[in-house]
């Protein structure tokens, strides 16, 4: 069926612009991808492949091996690994680990434990007890015969955020093992990006390595560190990196001269900080603070590269994957088309599109604007209420612990304030009705909520057999090219099959949202005489602008005075950055998928389904397995 369907039309789905648009968008993703994977691969120049390892306690890590064709037993190459932070997987540092191999190195990028497709820890501390695998991963990288092309007196580690901490402590870890075997320790160089409150003396004692720390002048956990400021030059912390350090002239120091090298790497001395004017979560995607990583590991290892630290290209990669992202979002449109025309079954799912509410006017101007307003302010002050009611609800998956109850901790929180906010949308929508649709003569009837049980099975399954579609592009793209489809902070990945065990568990009060949404979007706000531009955009805005106040009032006020607003939740707010994005773009895909079968029910339980499936896949998940 056309997308301008109009009302009463019931002529048949035209299939050939449905399957051009297909071919053009599935075209555009194997392309798209297939360059990404060029990139990351430096064009053949590096190897890159999924590698898992067995730790203790029956725990295994995940990773991504980039090993240049360099990297021989003749010619050994230096070894780093990657610890993305907390929330995150390899792929999402996979900037550095591209920009790095393409200079020689071999990486290992890690799952963090409970993150990607890594098992969960044994302990509640993973980070700091375990250096979320990366304790293992070193020990692996010295004590075997497999990896014969690494020079292993060049082994180095690094990691943003958590993933920092983990590094940090893994220096900490192997320079008290170093001395007490009286020798050096297995980590050569570290470099620690976003990170500073474990940069104690206890920490700090006993590292035996070269450190590298970067943190973003603009961090906003910056109220956490001992002077509240991300301002690294007389900060405790980064002094106390370079005054516990032997063998570094002039110490103790009094400030900090940033972006000094200070020491010498050839006997482990070497300290450097960084304070790059990024916030938090935008530091590893800087070329600034990627450079200062290539320039440290260059010369920590002595790497003669012949590339500028500069001369990068991950950014091309993730406007690639981006591309690829949208591609197959979109590519649902055009298969949901074809579908509904081929499949006898599915074709009985095809109705008149209801004609559009009538502009509201006067009384029915307020009544509309009013309750969008409302429903935005009730959205912006339920989120944090919600996050925090989380953590009391589901105590063992914010404790960290192992369990399979709602083991996802972040999620928890968006999932309350999903099902609340469904209930809110649902309430607005009948006040609407209540107060002035019916005195219109507005019918139910131009809702499209009409179905019946067999109907809503039927879509079900082309809702189930749509997601089904787009996670299995996800997974061929990754088989054989090894790059998924992000950008930034959005990405989906190729899932472990048993997150859909968590499918009954987080589907419920999402789709009470999704629901709310499409029956709103397509119920309220599609308006006889307003372009359909103009609608969908409102409609995104109305979706999203509650989150987008939070996000607002949080870096203003960062802004203004130096502290963000939320502070305890933080970490919280930056997980908006993603969330905000696919909000915009829902209630697009909700009337798409309206426009196609007259009623409201397929675009919430497809995208309700792809939504939580990439929430589950990108977030720490505390199963016990």
């Not at 000094?260 to 603070?289: I, K």
């Amino acid at each position: 069926m056309p997308l301008n369907q109009t009302s009463g039309s019931s002529g048949p789905v035209r299939v050939d612009h449905g399957q051009r648009l297909l071919l053009v968008c599935l075209l555009v993703v194997g392309l798209a991808s297939l360059l990404a994977s060029l990139i990351q691969s430096s064009w053949g120049r590096v190897k890159v492949m999924d590698i898992r390892i067995p730790t203790q306690d029956g725990q295994w890590l995940v990773a991504d091996l980039f090993k240049p064709r360099t990297a021989t037993s003749e010619t050994p190459a230096p070894l780093v690994v990657v610890v993305p932070g907390f929330q995150r997987s390899k792929e999402t540092l996979a900037n550095i680990s591209l920009e790095l191999a393409r200079r020689g190195v071999v990486v290992i990028a890690i799952d963090p434990y409970a993150q990607g497709s890594s098992s969960a820890s044994s302990t509640t501390q993973a980070a700091t007890e375990q250096g979320y695998g990366l304790f293992a991963v070193v020990d692996y990288a010295v004590d075997t015969n497999n990896l014969n092309y690494i020079d292993k007196a060049r082994i180095g580690a690094t990691g943003h955020s958590a993933g920092g901490n983990a590094v940090l402590q893994g220096a900490s870890y192997f320079g008290q093992e170093a001395d007490r075997m009286g020798r050096p320790g297995k980590l050569q160089s570290i470099y620690v990006s976003g990170y500073a409150l474990s940069l104690t003396n206890r920490v700090l004692r006993p590292v035996r390595s070269n450190v590298g720390f970067s943190y973003a002048l603009f961090d906003e956990g910056a109220y956490r560190n001992e002077l509240k400021n991300g301002d690294m030059r007389r900060a405790p912390e980064a002094l106390r990196l370079l005054n516990t350090t032997k063998g570094i002239a002039g110490t103790p120091f009094e400030e900090v001269e940033i972006d000094r090298y200070y020491g010498d790497a050839a006997v482990r001395t070497l300290r450097v900080v960084h304070n790059e004017r990024v916030l938090h979560p935008f530091q590893p995607y800087s070329v600034g603070a990627t450079a200062n990583q290539i320039d440290y590991f260059e010369h920590v290892f002595d790497l003669k590269s012949g590339l500028s630290s500069h001369d990068q290209v991950w950014f091309w990669k993730e406007l690639l994957t981006m591309i690829a992202l949208v591609a197959a979002f979109v590519a649902l449109i055009p298969l949901a088309r074809v579908l509904l025309a081929n499949v006898p079954g599915f074709q009985v799912l095809v109705h008149p599109l209801p004609a559009p509410q009538p502009r509201p006017q006067g009384r029915g101007w307020l009544v509309f604007w009013g309750l969008f307003l409302i429903g935005a302010t009730i959205a912006c002050f339920t989120y944090i209420p919600m996050t925090e009611l989380s953590q009391r609800l589901f105590a063992a998956a914010s404790n960290r612990e192992q369990t399979w109850f709602f083991p996802q901790r972040m999620n928890n929180g968006v999932m309350l304030w999903a099902g609340c906010n469904g209930l809110v949308g649902f309430l607005l929508f009948f006040l609407g009705y209540r107060w002035h649709g019916r005195a219109k003569g507005i019918r139910t009837e131009t809702w499209g909520a009409g179905t019946s049980w067999p109907e809503l099975r039927r879509t079900a399954l082309l809702a189930l057999t749509l997601a089904f579609s787009f996670f299995l592009l996800v997974f061929l793209v990754y088989y054989f090219l090894h790059v998924d489809f992000r950008f930034v902070f959005i990405g989906v990945r190729a899932f472990q099959p048993v997150l859909l065990l968590l499918l009954p568990m987080y589907l419920p009060l999402f789709f009470l949202f999704f629901l709310a949404n499409s029956l709103r979007v397509n119920g309220s706000m599609r308006l006889a005489g307003q372009p359909e531009w103009l609608g969908m955009l409102v409609a995104g805005f109305a979706n999203s602008l509650g989150l987008l106040l939070i996000v607002l009032v949080q870096y203003v006020t960062f802004a203004l005075t130096g502290t963000v607003y939320w502070t305890e939740g933080w970490l919280y707010i930056n997980l908006l950055f993603a969330v905000v994005p696919i909000m915009f773009v829902l209630p697009y895909f909700h009337r798409f998928f309206f426009r196609l079968t007259g009623r409201i029910y397929l675009g919430p339980m497809t995208m309700c389904l792809v939504f939580i499936m990439i929430l589950l896949s990108n977030t720490v998940c505390y199963i016990p397995l």
